[in-house]
């Protein structure tokens, strides 16, 4: 769970940079007259100072990966979760189940018709 809170607190990161720069290439290009999403220029400079200018799309790309393995971490630990409950109730109901000192393990071939079957006893 504390890569998935890690992975969600990335993607939201790169959720804002990415609705930062989204927003500032459409104010470049002249169909916006200013970004609604200026409050958030501080999310995409921090990327521009550690990589250098950037395209939305890069940003957008690494918040898609992010997010795929946010999901994919919280999948993890549900199913390693969930196979914990099956192997308690698997274990409380075979508590009592008693196996005895005399466990012999036998295999006989056995013909019937034209058919052959292995047979396997305990």
């Known amino acids: 769970m504390y890569n998935a809170v890690r992975l969600h607190d990335d993607y939201?990161?790169?959720?804002n940079a990415y609705a930062y720069k989204s927003y500032q290439e459409l104010v470049d290009s002249g169909q916006l007259e200013e970004n609604p999403n200026e409050h958030l220029k501080p999310y995409y400079d921090e990327i521009a100072t550690a990589v250098g200018?950037?395209?939305?799309?890069p940003i957008r790309s690494e918040r898609d990966r992010l997010k795929r393995n946010r999901d994919l971490s919280?999948?993890?630990?549900v199913a390693v979760y969930s196979l914990s409950i099956l192997d308690a109730y698997v274990h409380a109901h075979l508590a009592d189940f008693e196996i005895t000192d005399d466990v012999s393990f036998r295999v006989a071939p056995a013909v019937v018709g034209v058919s052959?079957?292995?047979s396997v006893s305990f």
């Open 12 to 15: 939201t990161f790169y959720g």
């Open 53 to 57: 200018e950037v395209s939305s799309g």
């Open 74 to 77: 919280v999948l993890g630990a």
């Open 116 to 118: 052959a079957r292995l």
